[in-house]
């Protein structure tokens, strides 16, 4: 049984801009402070076309180890059950998150989904002595390529359970979908990144502004 630690990335992403609007120059994007967030963000629609992130179950390993998250075995990395289980959640994350920034509320259906993959003996906490002194460590057992999606949905409840569901916002960009959590110390992100959406809609405002 592996080790892991929970991490939760604060990584921007770096970005070209065409005339769609912009691209990672890197594969998936690493925008919204928390990894449940960034998880939803591997689909999205710009500009009139879908973005599809997890073509393959690969894909979908390949996010979690970015996210350092645990590790997909190489038996798993090409399974369907792996992308299918991922593709379903992230919807049901989707939609539970849009409700969110919208009314406030989180559907039955996103909770019900969380806590099914939350369900049973996938990881447990142990205490151990380190270097610095102890540590509590996260010990998963997964059973099934499924279960690889469980630390989503871990991190998911940690968002809901500790966290300002005030701060977790849509990109005011209103061509933009993408979602992120706000933590800065005023609270006042709009943008997914200030230097794509933010800049651009402020050089479109000031040429409106000028045009007149």
């Known amino acids: 049984m592996a080790l892991q630690s929970?991490?939760?990335?604060?990584?921007?992403?770096?970005?070209?801009?065409?005339?769609k609007g912009?691209?990672?120059?890197?594969?998936?994007?690493?925008?919204?402070?928390?990894?449940?967030?960034?998880?939803?963000?591997?689909?999205y629609t710009q500009a009139g076309e879908r973005i599809e992130?997890?073509?393959?179950?690969?894909?979908?390993?390949?996010?979690?180890?970015?996210?350092r998250l645990p590790v997909v075995p190489p038996a798993v990395r090409s399974t369907e059950q792996l992308l299918v289980a991922a593709r379903g959640y992230r919807k049901s994350l989707h939609s539970g998150v849009e409700r969110l920034v919208?009314?406030?509320?989180?559907?039955?259906?996103?909770?019900?989904?969380?806590?099914?993959?939350?369900?049973?003996?996938?990881?447990?906490f142990r205490l151990q002595r380190g270097r610095g002194g102890f540590q509590?460590?996260?010990?998963?057992?997964?059973?099934?390529?499924?279960?690889?999606i469980v630390p989503v949905a871990l991190s998911f409840a940690e968002l809901l359970g500790t966290a300002d569901l005030?701060?977790?916002r849509r990109c005011k960009n209103p061509e933009c979908p993408l979602i992120f959590y706000d933590t800065s110390k005023s609270a006042t992100r709009n943008w997914c990144s200030l230097d794509i959406c933010g800049n651009k809609l402020r050089v479109a405002a000031f040429r409106k502004r000028h045009s007149n």
């Open 22 to 43: 912009f691209i990672p120059m890197q594969k998936f994007l690493w925008l919204a402070n928390w990894p449940a967030l960034d998880f939803i963000n591997t689909e």
């Open 166 to 168: 005030s701060r977790i």
């Open 136 to 148: 509590l460590q996260r010990h998963w057992n997964f059973a099934s390529p499924a279960d690889y």
């Open 53 to 67: 992130h997890f073509t393959t179950a690969e894909d979908v390993a390949e996010w979690l180890r970015a996210a």
């Open 102 to 124: 919208s009314s406030g509320d989180v559907p039955a259906d996103t909770i019900s989904a969380t806590n099914r993959l939350l369900e049973g003996d996938r990881f447990s």
């Open 6 to 19: 929970y991490c939760i990335l604060t990584v921007t992403s770096q970005m070209l801009v065409n005339a």
